[in-house]
């Protein structure tokens, strides 16, 4: 009587785990960002700023990326933006605009950059000879908020502007 009481609770319990393991999506691929990298971002007009570390390379005859974001000393009036600025970030290889949207890369601790780990995704571009660091264009769009809000126009203005990517201290 056990037995049976125990697998009319165990079994529905047990059920959405192993439906769950066979829907869940593939583990994310990840490597270590390190020289092969090209270098982008921008900064605040209150100080600090973006920095991000991209790398195509061919996997399976597509063009794949490997990406991670860090930040540099920030101030408080720009701390929660990064988010938002990393959302319209745009990549470009080869001159053939290929990502928009940063949020797949993997946001490092602050002042980091070689040595932690970059998210990687497959793209359906088809890889072309010359896909390297060095044909990697990193894009963001100047972007003005005031206390925090893009578009609103009272209160304290900070703006991002694309640029050489900041040096850490």
Not at 28 to 39: D, F, I
Request: charged content about 15%.
């Amino acid at each position: 009587m056990f037995g049976r009481i125990a697998r009319r609770a165990f079994l529905p319990a047990l059920l959405p785990a192993l439906i769950g393991a066979l829907f869940a999506a593939p583990a994310a691929q990840a490597e270590q960002v390190g020289p092969g990298y090209a270098v982008g971002g921008g900064n605040w007009s209150t100080g600090g700023g973006i920095k991000v570390y991209v790398r195509p390379y061919e996997r399976g005859g597509r063009l794949a990326v490997c990406g991670a974001w860090t930040t540099t000393q920030q101030a408080a009036a720009s701390h929660f933006l990064n988010e938002q600025v990393i959302e319209t970030g745009v990549l470009y290889v080869g001159g053939n605009r290929i990502l928009t949207n940063f949020r797949f890369m993997n946001r490092l601790p602050e002042n980091t950059g070689p040595g932690g780990y970059a998210n990687c995704i497959v793209t359906s571009e088809p890889w072309q000879p010359g896909y390297g660091p060095e044909a990697v264009e990193i894009r963001f769009p100047r972007m003005v908020f005031y206390d925090g809000f893009p578009g609103r126009h009272d209160g304290r203005k900070v703006v991002f502007r694309q640029g050489v990517a900041p040096a850490f201290n």
